[in-house]
């Protein structure tokens, strides 16, 4: 196919230069570094019209009147053709676009940028854009499917990957080229070129060969290659038939296949052998425009394809054989000429290209060292060949079936191959290939081997220097080493004791493992083993005085740190990377191929200790949709985790099963898109992510030294940005992140019991303030649920809570609940309580738990013993002390509860005194409590009634009605008081150290009493109506009007109204009806014992008098809580 390379012309400055035609072949148009955008009318047009886009311009596509173009401000620009108005801008990426292209139609424009990114944009509607992430390195160039299903991307991560445009998804993906960090450095652009119209085939550059991938099946089908051609192929376009394909090298040369009989109908050379980095064809078929990395533009013409275009009649096509074979014999008469050298202006006919290795290379026999082909039949009368001049121009050939272009050559015998059936189900992926955890790839010239918590080792292989350094980040540890690296060592680990490395084999050399012990005694601190031949390493780690390595040969060889081989065991799959931490070692593999860009991973968790056990055993290991492993390793407490390529982090949880929980995504603190932090560690206490930020890339680079920044973690629950979901959060973290004491202790390893206790301690308070929020929400069964998780003494402080929120029905249920756990901790603690201390502590806390709620649940009790007195002191005091902290901010009622938890859970407080012998000034009965402290009577009364609602109403008492006496129990706090010393003359004598037959004792009478509550006397009801409440006094006064304003209403609704109005009194009337119900029988009780009575209104006589001194003492602060003092009631 002789042709005629016109001179170049001077386009645009040094730099990338790009070149197409219009549709209606009237313009040149190219686009080079100076930012212009020229438009020659032919080469040579000595006065070009042109377009400034910007500073530079990278790329631009022409369709439909419509110029777009990727300039150096990263913008995607539209213009108007050929006016060149700008039109506005189609989209925008975080650096500039190397790369764009138009659809088929002119509907779509794809284009492809230095941030990773692809972008399809519709040309009408620019805020329609679907975005393709994967890439993983800057795009080299985008192309789209002809049928519009498809796209085809390039990248320096060394892939070329076909989307699903709709789906956004990658369909296949094949690690075909050399990987580098910028598109500068590429060897080659790699412009990939879809067959147009039939789209039968993809071209894709691939060092100096053009892979052709069938659609549909995506299998590699051919490779056209040339031996003239020596350095790597830079772009590729198709003739607009489809049959022929043009391709252009970093070296200059140009060279024209014809792609069914894969020989190569044309070369041409570039003159001043500059590389070719623009490729087009005219629509007619007939000419080529090129240009250079120079800004220059030059011009194949009299190609002569254009025989093959549509516009061309069918009885053109057809040639007789006779024809066809005259088409060669006017260069005959040049075969000499031609077989001296290569011609300026023409060049040599086609030669056959052998797409298979193992073809028969008999033919090159016959082809001289131009290509030029002197015996035409003895290249076609082959094997494959049937007939040497039964040749022809097929309309079908080349093309589906119901495209009715493009023409082939073909055997007209050879009748055509049964169609293969088209798989459409979903592709495999491209298995993730195994990686050192903290390691940065290998082809970086400059890279680190290994980053943890330990230290770092970097790797160094440039002209200059072949050498490894190793820094340890606490020199204590060792000194920094510099180590010359003449194995090429690829792999490293470092921990505590040692340095391992590992390199892989060559043809003359095994796969070699060396390790530094440093830490050894001994004078010889170095080993080295080389592996069976030909199995090489793929992953290696180092644990507490072992090592293990990770094989191609899917085994794992274990060594101790020494040197000694202790096992070594199959893997089930190829592994895809391996950590150690202390005992345990992970693995992780490939357990079966990924389809749709998934990657089916398998994890296996061993632990050597005195006891080898394995934890996990091919479990998958779970990634985000279309994502690989980035990094794994263990915190430094010693719980696995991972990173996917997603950015997000997984912990394994111990206590679900040794399920993985996503506890953070670091993609949301990246401010760009092309932005990544590359892990370093993770730690559980305190809750730290150490992380290297790497602006625009994926890795950092060694110098200089990139700075860690610690990144907090978060649990990916719903509605994070409510109160309830935040304090959700918080918990969940709290305790997945604290699993791993219960681990170390079972590991027989010590653990930081303060630590755990403050974990414990956060834990109570995140529940608190969840189960306040709850029933500030009224949601009393998520109530209930919070309840569930707390501990006894947060129970009860959650009673307390509920009670003075009046929710009757909720502080029931907690006190049946917490009855129910202290039961069913009595059932299970050993019957032998006094042969050791703890079996006493055991008991306590049970003790505490069982009194606390027979002491809500029975308050009706009006006759105890002497020694119930003293308890029910210890138990006024420690009331007193708890309200005091509750009418505090609320960190003081967070603290409270927590207060004595790591020593003893018996009775939280905030002063840990002994109380055994001394007066109680805060001890309260009826209404000296109401002053002291209101609020806690109110809602210990309210839980007191609610108890006690499922009791009989004893006779007698200021209620009336028998019926309606449960509802009139919370009126008085002295039965919850006497009910209270049962449980505090039990823990409190017990802080004493005093018998236990003494604290039992009235606890057994106590639940006994509690079963069958016995009516009270008239004598001792009488005596206990002495010391009234102020309300009582109240309401006794005021009871006439109100039932005269509501006669209808029974005795509960008549407290209740009364209730509400003793409320709307000021703090000073209350005060005043106080005093008033407190005087007289003060005074009386001081007659009674000066007669030396010593019955037990006596009894309540000097404990009264001591409350009035509680008051005065009190009296101040009490004043800001003085509204709940309308709950402190006495039963009467």
């Given at each position: 196919m002789p042709c005629e390379r016109k001179p170049m012309r001077y386009g645009h400055s040094e730099g990338h230069t790009e070149v197409c035609f219009d549709d209606h072949s009237r313009f040149i148009v190219t686009c080079g570094n100076d930012g212009d955008v020229r438009i020659w009318e032919s080469l040579d047009d000595d006065d070009p019209k042109f377009i400034t886009v910007g500073e530079k311009a990278y790329s631009l596509a022409l369709?439909?009147?419509?110029?777009?173009?990727?300039?150096?401000n990263n913008t995607v620009q539209i213009h108007?053709?050929?006016?060149?108005?700008?039109?506005?801008?189609l989209t925008r990426f975080t650096t500039n676009a190397t790369h764009v292209t138009f659809n088929s139609s002119g509907s779509r424009v794809a284009a492809g940028s230095s941030d990773f990114l692809v972008k399809v944009v519709e040309v009408s509607d620019s805020s329609q854009q679907k975005t393709l992430r994967g890439h993983e390195a800057p795009v080299l160039s985008v192309t789209f499917d002809p049928k519009e299903d498809f796209l085809a991307s390039s990248s320096c991560d060394g892939s070329v990957v076909v989307w699903n445009i709709e789906e956004q998804t990658q369909v296949v993906s094949w690690p075909l080229l050399q990987k580098t960090n910028d598109v500068s450095n590429a060897k080659s652009l790699c412009r990939l070129a879809w067959q147009p119209r039939a789209a039968k085939f993809l071209a894709v550059p691939v060092d100096t060969k053009v892979h052709l991938y069938e659609r549909g099946t995506w299998d590699h089908v051919s490779t056209l290659t040339d031996d003239l051609l020596t350095q790597p192929v830079n772009v590729v376009a198709w003739s607009p038939c489809g049959q022929f394909l043009a391709a252009g090298s970093v070296g200059g040369a140009l060279t024209l296949w014809d792609v069914s009989s894969k020989l190569c109908v044309e070369r041409q050379k570039h003159e001043k052998g500059f590389t070719v980095c623009g490729l087009a064809w005219h629509p007619s078929g007939s000419q080529i425009a090129y240009t250079d990395t120079e800004g220059c533009l030059g011009l194949l013409d009299g190609l002569g394809v254009s025989t093959a275009d549509a516009s061309v009649p069918k009885a053109a096509v057809k040639k007789t054989v006779k024809d066809y074979d005259a088409l060669f014999d006017d260069d005959d008469d040049?075969?000499?000429?031609?077989?001296?050298?290569?011609?300026?202006?023409?060049?040599?006919?086609?030669?056959?290209?052998?797409?298979?290795?193992?073809?028969?290379?008999?033919?090159?026999?016959l082809i001289p060292s131009t290509g030029r082909v002197r015996n035409r039949g003895a290249i076609l009368d082959d094997e494959n060949s049937l007939d040497t001049g039964s040749l022809k121009l097929g309309p079908d050939a080349f093309r589906?079936?119901?495209?009715d272009t493009g023409s082939a050559v073909v055997p007209r015998s050879v009748p055509l191959a049964p169609p293969r059936p088209v798989y459409e189900g979903p592709m495999p992926s491209a298995p993730q290939k195994a990686f050192q955890s903290g390691s940065t790839p290998a082809h970086l010239t400059h890279r680190f081997m290994m980053w943890n918590s330990v230290g770092i080792v970097r790797g160094y292989n440039d002209e200059q220097d072949n050498a490894i350094d190793v820094e340890f980040h606490d020199t204590a540890v060792h000194h920094a080493m510099h180590l010359t690296n003449s194995l090429g060592h690829t792999m490293a680990d470092i921990s505590q004791e040692a340095v391992l490395l590992a390199c892989s084999s060559t043809d003359e050399l095994a796969s070699k493992l060396q390790c530094l012990h440093f830490s050894s005694w001994d004078t010889n601190k170095e080993w080295m083993v080389d592996l069976p031949a030909g199995e090489d390493a793929r992953a290696l780690c180092l644990g507490a005085g072992w090592?293990?390595?990770?094989?191609?040969?899917?085994?794992?060889?274990?060594?101790?740190?020494g040197g000694v081989q202790r096992d070594i065991f199959s893997l089930p799959g190829p592994v895809v990377c391996m950590v150690a931490h202390g005992e345990q070692l992970l693995i992780v593999y490939h357990r079966a191929t990924g389809f749709d860009g998934e990657q089916a991973l398998g994890v296996q968790l061993l632990q050597f200790g005195r006891r080898k056990r394995q934890i996990m055993n091919g479990e998958p290991l779970p990634l985000s949709l279309r994502s690989h492993l980035t990094w794994l390793g263990f915190t430094a407490e010693g719980t696995p985790c991972y990173v996917d390529s997603d950015g997000v982090v997984r912990l394994l949880n111990r206590s679900l099963g040794n399920t993985w929980?996503?506890?953070?995504?670091?993609?949301?603190?990246?401010k760009s898109r092309s932005d990544h932090y590359w892990v370093v560690g993770v730690h559980e206490n305190p809750q730290q992510l150490r992380c290297i930020p790497c602006k625009g890339s994926r890795y950092p680079p060694t110098l200089p030294r990139p700075a860690v920044a610690i990144l907090p973690f978060k649990l990916p629950l719903c509605q994070t940005a409510t109160e309830k979901g935040q304090m959700e959060e918080q918990f969940l973290r709290s305790v997945l992140f604290h699993n791993h004491y219960s681990f170390l202790s079972s590991s027989g390893y010590e653990i930081d019991e303060d630590g755990q206790s403050r974990s414990q301690k956060e834990q109570q308070e995140l529940l608190m303030k969840m189960f306040a929020l709850s029933c500030k929400l009224e949601r009393e069964f998520r109530s209930v649920e919070l309840a569930e998780l707390m501990t006894h003494n947060v129970v009860t402080l959650a009673i307390r809570y509920a009670s003075r929120s009046r929710r009757m029905n909720l502080a029931q249920r907690l006190s049946d609940m917490a009855l129910e756990r202290a039961n069913q901790i009595q059932e299970e603690e050993p019957e032998e309580q006094d042969q050791e201390p703890e079996h006493k502590a055991i008991r306590r806390n049970s003790g505490y738990d069982q009194s606390e709620v027979t002491g809500g649940r029975h308050s009706n009790r009006h006759n105890q013993e002497e020694e119930e007195e003293q308890g029910q002191e210890l138990g006024e005091e420690e009331d007193g002390q708890e309200m005091e902290t509750e009418e505090t901010p609320e960190s003081r009622k967070r603290v409270n509860p927590f207060a004595k938890e790591a020593v003893s859970p018996v009775m939280p407080s905030l002063t840990p005194i002994g109380k055994v012998g001394r007066s109680n000034p805060f001890k309260v009965f009826g209404s000296g409590k109401a002053s002291a402290a209101s609020g806690q009577n109110r809602g210990t009364n309210i839980l007191d009634n609610m108890a006690s609602s499922r009791k009989s109403a004893p006779p007698g008492g200021s209620a009336g009605k028998p019926g309606k006496g449960p509802v009139l129990k919370p009126l008085a706090p002295r039965p919850k008081s006497k009910t209270q010393s049962t449980l505090l003359q039990m823990t409190g004598t017990k802080t004493a150290n005093k018998k236990p037959q003494g604290s039992t004792e009235p606890a057994a009478d106590q639940r006994k009493q509690a079963e069958v509550p016995p009516p009270a006397s008239p004598a001792d009801d009488s005596d206990n109506k002495r010391p009234k409440t102020g309300f009582q006094l109240w309401l006794e006064e005021n009871r006439k009007s109100i039932v005269f304003d509501q006669p209808d209403m029974e005795e509960t609704d008549v407290i209740r109204e009364a209730m509400g109005r003793f409320r709307t009194l000021s703090a000073e009337d209350r005060l005043a009806w106080t005093e008033r119900a407190k005087g007289p029988s003060g005074d009386d009780l001081k007659k009674r014992k000066r007669a030396g009575g010593e019955?037990?209104?006596?009894?309540?006589?000097?404990?009264?008098?001591?409350?009035?001194?509680?008051?005065?003492?009190?009296?101040k602060p009490l004043d800001s809580a003085s509204k709940l003092s309308a709950f402190a009631f006495d039963k009467n």
């Open positions: 369709k439909n009147g419509k110029l777009v173009t990727a300039s150096s108007t053709f050929p006016d060149g108005e700008p039109d506005g801008i040049d075969d000499r000429v031609m077989d001296e050298g290569l011609s300026d202006t023409s060049s040599p006919v086609k030669k056959r290209v052998a797409a298979d290795e193992d073809e028969d290379d008999e033919d090159d026999v589906d079936d119901d495209d090592a293990a390595v990770a094989t191609s040969t899917l085994m794992l060889r274990l060594f101790s740190i929980t996503p506890v953070c995504n670091t993609r949301e603190t990246c019955d037990v209104g006596g009894e309540n006589g000097r404990e009264e008098a001591e409350e009035n001194d509680a008051k005065k003492k009190k009296k």
